[in-house]
């Protein structure tokens, strides 16, 4: 599906974001991209759209060069950017202008999605709220049902019951035929969604495992419970210490994404090898 190899970019030859990266990203999993502000989270995003070009290496989407962009590439892929500038038109021309370049769009499903959102497809776009745009183009999104969609940052500007819908909008939207990758910096809007964690650091991806994984590896618990000796990584919060211990005993915890995610800027060796 996506393959990144020895892929180096960066907008100043003398700053580069990533330095010969890595990266096989496969159907049927929604993946949640996870770094530091100015880690290159949504260059990277861009790079997989064609939309920025790799100084060195290659970045093949569905076989195709991204950077070529042709439109066999174009019409399996449908990118969400944080910042959008919405025309003004209403959802319902939108649909009419545009969703004739995705071969696959299901009108019936972008109406059904907006009908779940709340929002009125016969109301311009442009004058819509940022949360209300937001929804548009995540229906939009879903409805063109191309292999490869990515979303940058989607749930900025959603309300708390919206993000519990768009939860259960995105999960019930995968495929087996389908990639999702979903870019945040809240990672709690992930929780319950994505199956697989990429962590984008110091010019590296450092974590492509699924969940699945790391919860059989690591023990995610309050200091009480965790094996002291195999602590990894331990942080105070109001109600005590939690902490990433090595799950010696095959115990069942639920991974906490946060808590991973500055646990391996913390000790990134340990955490690593604990999961390779």
């Known amino acids: 599906m996506i393959k990144l ?5 960066g907008y100043s030859k003398k700053s580069l974001l990533f330095r010969n990266l890595y990266l096989d990203l496969e159907v049927g999993h929604i993946y949640g991209l996870l770094g530091k502000n100015g880690a290159g989270k949504s ?4 790079n997989l759209a064609g939309l920025v070009f790799p100084n060195a290496g290659t970045c093949k989407v569905n076989g195709f060069l991204a950077s070529d962009r042709k439109p066999a590439f174009l019409q399996e892929l449908f990118f969400i950017p944080e910042e959008m500038h919405m025309p003004s038109v209403t959802a319902t021309q939108f649909l009419n202008n545009t969703a004739a370049f995705y071969p696959k769009f299901d009108a019936i499903q972008f109406h059904k999605i907006l009908a779940e959102f709340d929002v009125p497809s016969n109301s311009l776009l442009n004058k819509l709220s940022f949360g209300q745009q937001k929804k548009v183009m995540i229906a939009f999104g ?5 292999s490869l969609l990515i979303m940058d940052e989607p749930t900025n500007g959603l309300d708390i019951p919206s993000k519990i819908q ?3 909008i995105i999960a019930s939207a995968l495929t087996d035929e389908r990639c999702i990758i979903i870019s945040t910096h809240q990672v709690r809007d992930l929780d319950s969604l ?5 962590v984008l650091h110091e010019q590296k991806i450092i974590l492509n495992k699924s969940l699945d994984e790391i919860g059989e590896r690591l023990l995610f618990s309050a200091a009480a419970q965790a094996n002291t000796s195999n602590i990894l990584y331990a942080e105070e919060n109001s109600m005590g210490v939690n902490t990433i211990s090595i799950n010696a005993q095959q115990r069942y915890s639920k991974v ?6 500055n646990g391996l800027l913390s000790n990134q060796a340990a955490l690593t090898q604990s999961l390779k």
Request: glycine fraction near 0%.
């Open 5 to 9: 190899a020895n892929l180096s970019f």
């Open 43 to 46: 260059t990277l995003l861009k």
């Open 142 to 146: 879903l409805s063109t049902n191309t």
């Open 166 to 168: 768009f939860r259960k």
């Open 194 to 198: 994505i199956d697989t964690l990429l």
């Open 256 to 261: 906490d994404m946060e808590l991973l995610f």
